[in-house]
């Protein structure tokens, strides 16, 4: 899975092989020889980095969906709500972090509160951060509202969905 941080740090070693290989082959006067084997050095530094950066972005999401099932197993007698949840159109906050509102709507007789799992997705529709939020003590007929922010900066074109919805 490519994720927000392996992208950058894609882009970041490919701007630097390409600025390394710009010159050709050979250096200028008194510059460094690009030998094809500096040139291979390069490519495999970057390999590890963007394979380093991917590993670590993987373990994030793993962890944060782990989270997120620790607190969906602590709801007894939870119903699926994912109906009556709406996500607002993602936002970026002054931290550079995407949020969305979240609202859930009380179809229930009796106040009633809300466990949401917000996904955060790229164009690819894969996986890039998550949010677990609770709108509690929303009233029969009534809707709550919450905002789901991302735990890190996500670039490019962002989508939301709700992952989980349980209303308890």
Same mark, same amino acid.
């Given at each position: 899975?490519?994720?927000?941080?392996?992208?950058?740090?894609?882009?970041?070693?490919?701007?630097?092989?390409?600025?390394?290989?710009?010159?050709?082959?050979?250096?200028?006067?008194?510059?460094?020889?690009?030998?094809?084997?500096?040139?291979?050095?390069?490519?495999?530094?970057?390999? +590890? @980095?963007?394979?380093?950066?991917? +590993?670590?972005?993987?373990?994030?999401?793993?962890?944060?969906?782990? &989270?997120?099932?620790?607190?969906?197993?602590?709801?007894?007698?939870? @119903?699926?709500?994912?109906?009556?949840?709406?996500?607002?159109?993602?936002?970026?906050?002054?931290?550079?972090?995407?949020?969305?509102?979240?609202?859930?709507?009380?179809?229930?007789?009796?106040?009633?509160?809300?466990?949401?799992? @917000?996904?955060?997705?790229?164009?690819?529709?894969?996986?890039?951060?998550? &949010?677990?939020?609770?709108?509690?003590? @929303?009233?029969?007929?009534?809707?709550?509202?919450?905002?789901?922010? &991302?735990?890190?900066?996500?670039?490019?074109?962002?989508?939301?969905?709700?992952?989980?919805?349980?209303?308890?």
């Amino acid at each position: 899975m490519r994720t927000a941080t392996g992208n950058v740090a894609a882009s970041a070693v490919l701007a630097t092989i390409v600025a390394f290989g710009a010159g050709g082959c050979g250096g200028g006067e008194g510059a460094p020889s690009k030998t094809p084997s500096a040139v291979a050095s390069v490519a495999e530094s970057a390999k +590890s @980095v963007i394979s380093s950066a991917a +590993s670590r972005a993987s373990e994030a999401i793993a962890s944060a969906t782990a &989270s997120a099932q620790q607190k969906f197993n602590e709801i007894k007698q939870g @119903v699926n709500a994912k109906n009556e949840v709406k996500l607002g159109a993602p936002t970026t906050d002054s931290e550079g972090r995407t949020t969305t509102q979240v609202s859930a709507k009380n179809t229930a007789d009796s106040t009633k509160s809300f466990l949401v799992q @917000v996904n955060f997705l790229n164009p690819a529709h894969e996986l890039q951060d998550l &949010s677990v939020v609770t709108i509690e003590n @929303v009233a029969a007929g009534k809707t709550g509202t919450a905002t789901a922010r &991302s735990t890190h900066k996500l670039s490019g074109t962002i989508t939301v969905e709700v992952g989980r919805a349980l209303r308890h």
